[in-house]
Every structure is written in structure tokens, then in C-alpha cells.
Nanobody, 114 residues
Framework: QVQLVESGGGLVQPGGSLRLSCAASGISFSIYVMGWYRQAPGKQRELVASVTPWGTATYADSVKGRFTIFKDFAKNTVFLQMNSLRLEDTAVYYC????????WGQGTQVTVSS
């Protein structure tokens, strides 16, 4: 059974930082593309960042230079380090595992507000 459990969301001021975690079970990082998506109210879900099994990372233009995705194979956890947060980063963030079949976590709320 595949499970993706996100944590680390919360309320932060503009310019602040948060680190999201996605603890995965039932899958192997060596064969799945892992990604972080987000969905803001009234908007479609969008890809924020992804990392391939061999470690190649891809980022949405809006987060390049501010967010970093990385994996800890020992903990089977994928992280999203978010720096210089902006108001427009406010959204529910979802962890995703993709290998033909996709799996999703339950989401974690990130609110950037002064």
C-alpha cells in the first residue's frame, strides 16, 4: 500500500522560509519521479518542483532560485525547502509520486501573510 504523508506547512511572513516533508511508504525513490504540486483557491493544481530517480530536479519558473527539492533515501522522504516566500506562494501543497500510476498525499497548507 502506497502512502505519502506531508508535513511542515504553516503560517509564515513574506520573506520567510518553510521546509515541507513527504514521508513515503510502499514506493522506491529509485524508480519514481517525486514531485510537489500546489493548488491555490480558485486555481488549478500546478507543478512546483520534481526530481527524477537519478536526481535531476525541475522547477516552475515562479519558484526557481527560491525553492529546492531533495530526497533522503535513508528516510524515504522528499523535502521542499522554500525560501523567500511570497504572498502568491499561499496554497495547499501536495506530494506526488509518479511512475505511470500517480499517488498523492493529503496536502499541507502553506499560508504566506503579514
Amino acid at each position: 500500500q502506497v502512502q505519502l504523508v506531508e508535513s511542515g506547512g504553516g503560517l509564515v511572513q513574506p520573506g520567510g522560509s518553510l521546509r515541507l516533508s513527504c514521508a513515503a511508504s510502499g514506493i522506491s525513490f529509485s524508480i519514481y519521479v517525486m514531485g510537489w504540486y500546489r493548488q491555490a483557491p480558485g486555481k488549478q493544481r500546478e507543478l512546483v518542483a520534481s526530481v527524477t530517480p537519478w536526481g535531476t530536479a525541475t522547477y516552475a519558473d515562479s519558484v526557481k532560485g527560491r525553492f529546492t527539492i531533495f530526497k533522503d533515501f535513508a528516510k524515504n522522504t522528499v523535502f521542499l525547502q522554500m525560501n523567500s516566500l511570497r504572498l502568491e506562494d499561499t496554497a495547499v501543497y501536495y506530494c506526488n509520486a509518479d511512475r505511470q500510476v500517480q499517488y498523492w498525499g493529503q496536502g499541507t497548507q502553506v499560508t504566506v501573510s503579514s
